[in-house]
Structures are given as C-alpha cells and as structure tokens.
C-alpha cells in the first residue's frame, strides 16, 4: 500500500454536506457516508499523491486531531474494499 | 360532492349515496397548499351499497361497504400523485414538518416512531405544524403531503385535547378493528399552511419505549443518512434519494430525539428549533 497511489473510481455521485460526503456508487448500488476525516481523505485521492503523501496531507489539515497513519491506512483500506477507490503505482 | 386540493391535483368525488359524504371527509383535507393544481381527478361512486367506483369514467372497482369506498379512492389518489411527483423527481420522507419562529424543522421517523402524536402535540401548543407524515423534497426545499392527521388510539391517551372530540372526527376502522380518526387541523381550529422551502433543523426519531426524552446533536451525515433511510423506494432511485437528501439537509443543523413523555419530547424539539 505505500508506495500505492489510490484514485476515485469513475461514475461516483459525490454529494458535498457540511461536515462530510454522502457518495453514492451506482455500479454497486452503494451510499457511503464519509464524515470529515473520511471526506478529507478521500478527497486527498486523486492519483497524485502516494499514502504517505495522504498522511502528511491529512496531518496537515486536521493537525493536533489528526488521525494516526493506521487510521488513514485502514481507511483507504475499507474505501478500496468498497470499490470506490483505486490504486496506481 | 367531496372536492379538496392534493398538491399538483384537484381531486373530484361524487357520490349517489349522500352518507358517503361523512365516510369521504377523511380523506378531504383543507390546508392552504404551494403547488397550483395541474389537473384534476375525477371519482364517481354510483349505487347505494353495493357501490361502483370509477377513475376518469372508467370502471375501476366494486365495494360493499362505505370504509372499503374510502379504502379505494385514498389508495388511488396518493398512488396518482406519488407517480406525478416522481416522474418530477420529488423523493418522499416519512416525515413531518413544522415551523418555529423563522426556523423550519423536519421530523424524520419511520411509521411507529410517534411522529404524529408528537406533531399534534406541536399544533396543540400553537407551532405551524404543516404535515406529519411523509415530506416530498426536491432541489433543497420540502413539501408536506397535505393528509389529515390519522389519529390511532394510542394517541388519544396521550393527547387530552383529543379525548373530547374525537367522536366526531371521520374515523375509518383498519382489517384488524383499529379505529383511526382523521383530525383536520382546520376543522378544528388551527392554520394550516403548507410551504415549499429549505429546512433549518432535522430530528431523527428515535423510540424509548417509557424512557426519558433526550436530544443530542449529530452530523449532517447522519441526519442525510437518516433521510435516505426513510426514504420511499418506489418514488425514487437510490441515487435521487441521496441527492435529493443531500440538497435539503447538507446544511441542516442535526438532532437525534429521543421520545419520552410526548410534552418533554415536544418541549425539547422546540427548544432546539427555537435556537
């Protein structure tokens, strides 16, 4: 996963709420409700930045009340999962 | 002749036995409504008992008794509308709507979750009350469906104002011998205004089952998921649910409400809408 460089699927129907995302998948006919630290970075995924890159990024944002790196690891592990996400080398 | 407004539609009933006219008022509503009517619908009940329906001059059904008259003709109107406003791309909520000073609210909560004793509390205690049951949303605004609020037993009981005159409220019986009464906050003295605009403040319901009330705040993710869930799968796509939830509470100010005594539930749900 390191060295992995993870983009949104095509076809995603991003909704934007004031303290997250509502993303619906149509291919699988799944919502996924993403609240603050889950939208930040999922929005950090746009196949430029590899994890590391996602973690220095969502320290940056959410400073003091960042997530660990596991967290952001499990994360994109689970939007993976769900098929939402992808990644490059 | 029962005539009322449904939204985008007028609807028409006429009848040759005139005591159905007292079996149709629970079906005819008098709230002052948004939408002006795009067409009409037209019902002819011919006979005496038994008793023939017809939709638009075409046959559509024969009944024995009056409640089975009502049965027919509600089901085929509310059917009628929500494939109108579908194919407009309203998505329906089981929710109700009401107005405190200039914040709107909306009530999320599946059937059984005391949504309607909770917004006849609302109307008694003089709040702009437009609607307790199903909500129909559309580019960031709501509209209540205009219904007579369907009163069942377990509402009375906790409800005075209703005990008194409730006998005299059109009342309809269930397949299992529930009596449920329509009450037209008109006929009984309130304003009924619906509106179609933004909402300020959701609640989501939640059953106590003879706790205490409580109320906390959530996520404007959990109060769009709530909505989606409550949403109605034959009016709309998975995707136009979320949008559409999306569009009308991603700014809203979220609130989980937990139900206890129906005044404490009542008093806290308009303290938070009231800021």
Redesign the interface.
């Known amino acids: 996963m390191p060295n992995h460089r993870p983009f949104a699927v095509d076809g995603l129907d991003v909704n934007e709420v004031s303290d997250g995302l509502i993303v619906y998948y149509p291919a699988r006919d799944r919502v996924h409700y993403l609240n603050n630290t889950a939208a930040a970075i999922f929005t950090l995924c746009d196949g430029t930045r590899d994890v590391k890159a996602i973690v220095d990024a969502v320290g940056t944002v959410f400073g003091a009340e960042a997530p660990l790196r596991a967290q952001v690891e499990a994360c994109l592990g689970d939007l993976e999962e769900e098929g939402v996400l992808r990644s490059g080398g | 002749m029962i005539d009322f407004q449904l939204l985008a539609y007028k609807v028409e009933v006429s009848v040759e036995d005139e005591r159905l006219d007292a079996v149709l008022a629970y079906l005819a509503n008098s709230a002052d409504q948004p939408l002006v009517p795009r067409a009409v619908m037209r019902y002819a009940v011919v006979g005496g008992g038994p008793y023939a329906i017809y939709e638009e001059g075409d046959y559509l059904a024969a009944v024995e008794h009056p409640d089975d008259v009502l049965y027919v003709i509600y089901a085929r109107c509310h059917a009628r509308l929500l494939d109108y406003l579908s194919l407009g791309q309203w998505v329906a909520l089981h929710a109700g709507v009401v107005s405190i000073g200039d914040r709107r609210a909306l009530v999320i909560g599946a059937r059984g979750t005391g949504k309607t004793t909770l917004m006849l509390r609302l109307l008694f205690d003089r709040y702009a009350v437009e609607g307790d049951e199903l909500v129909f949303t559309r580019a960031g605004k709501a509209v209540s469906l205009p219904r007579n609020f369907h009163v069942k037993p377990g509402a009375v009981k906790l409800l005075p104002e209703l005990a008194d005159g409730r006998v005299s409220l059109p009342m309809t019986s269930t397949s299992d011998g529930v009596i449920i009464t329509a009450f037209n906050p008109v006929a009984q003295g309130f304003s009924w205004n619906l509106q179609c605009r933004p909402i300020d403040v959701a609640f989501v319901l939640r059953a106590n089952h003879g706790g205490m009330a409580s109320c906390r705040a959530i996520?404007?993710?959990?109060i769009?998921?709530a909505a989606?869930a409550n949403s109605l799968p034959m009016t709309a796509t998975?995707?136009e649910a979320?949008?559409a939830?999306?569009?009308l509470?991603?700014?809203a100010e979220g609130h989980e409400l937990t139900v206890g005594a129906v005044s404490a539930t009542a008093d806290l749900l308009a303290a938070r809408v009231a800021g």
Do not use: F, I, Q, Y
């Open positions: 996520s404007s993710v959990d769009v998921a989606v998975s995707r979320v949008r939830c999306s569009a509470l991603g700014e």
